[in-house]
């Protein structure tokens, strides 16, 4: 797990390992953000940001987990990411100046803070040190996309499929269980829905995991990390 700072007691529930941009920052700096960052709360479901909204801000993620994607023509969300509490995101199209590249729908019920981009902008000015990890974490992050990429390339199909579990599963030691369909998953790893199915038919026959509709419980927390990343 990242270095990201969490704000319940929920396990969290994610599919990247770099800590995302606000998590990096000085305790205190983070704080005082939040102190005054407008709270939003959304259903099951709901639309929390639309492709092409204008990057006035960023989203921190109070409680509750977000799928990150895009909407497909024919309506179906593609999931790239899921982000849990303390996570946040936003922040590229904000430091870009440029219109939001995906779109975000809550999962489950999901309590946010919204992060104004002037309030932001005042608050690191004239400041080096979250300059530099701000620098360090999108550098973690672009690390990631490229071992992400040429793992799709590379990897085999089952150890894909451990490694996002194993992120998802949240570093937890014992049993877990990570609420995610089999298309989402295919999603996450580039594979088909089908190849999915079979990868964890594998992993349950070895008793690592159990499947369950909407959901899948880890019980061999150190066999699928291995699978993933040997």
């Known amino acids: 797990m990242s270095n990201i700072i969490h704000f319940t007691e929920e396990p969290a529930m994610r599919s990247l390992v770099a800590p995302?941009?606000?998590?990096?920052?000085?305790?205190?700096?983070?704080?005082?953000?939040?102190?005054?960052?407008?709270?939003?709360?959304?259903?099951?479901?709901?639309?929390?940001?639309?492709?092409?909204?204008?990057?006035?801000?960023?989203?921190?993620?109070?409680?509750?987990?977000?799928?990150?994607?895009?909407?497909?023509?024919?309506?179906?969300?593609?999931?790239?990411?899921?982000?849990?509490?303390?996570?946040?995101?936003?922040?590229?199209?904000?430091?870009?100046?440029?219109?939001?590249?995906?779109?975000?729908?809550?999962?489950?019920?999901?309590?946010?803070?919204?992060?104004?981009?002037?309030?932001?902008?005042?608050?690191?000015?004239?400041?080096?040190?979250?300059m530099r990890s701000l620098i360090g974490a999108l550098a973690a992050q672009l690390q990631e996309m490229i071992n992400l990429v040429a793992g799709l390339g590379n990897g085999t199909s089952s150890a894909r499929v451990s490694a996002v579990l194993a992120n998802l599963s949240g570093g937890a030691q014992g049993q877990s269980t990570i609420r995610l369909g089999q298309q989402d998953l295919a999603e996450l790893t580039g594979l088909t829905r089908a190849t999915v199915n079979k990868c964890l038919s594998s992993l349950e026959s070895r008793g690592v995991l159990t499947r369950h509709y909407g959901r899948i419980v880890i019980h061999n927390q150190k066999a699928l990390r291995n699978l993933a990343f040997g």
């Open 20 to 130: 995302t941009l606000f998590g990096v920052l000085d305790t205190n700096l983070r704080t005082g953000l939040l102190a005054n960052a407008p709270v939003l709360r959304f259903s099951d479901t709901q639309i929390i940001q639309h492709k092409g909204d204008e990057p006035d801000g960023f989203w921190v993620i109070k409680s509750g987990a977000v799928k990150v994607g895009q909407f497909r023509p024919d309506g179906e969300f593609r999931v790239i990411a899921i982000l849990s509490a303390g996570d946040s995101y936003g922040e590229l199209a904000m430091f870009a100046d440029s219109s939001r590249a995906v779109d975000s729908v809550a999962e489950g019920e999901v309590t946010l803070n919204w992060i104004e981009r002037a309030a932001f902008e005042q608050a690191i000015m004239n400041d080096g040190a979250a």
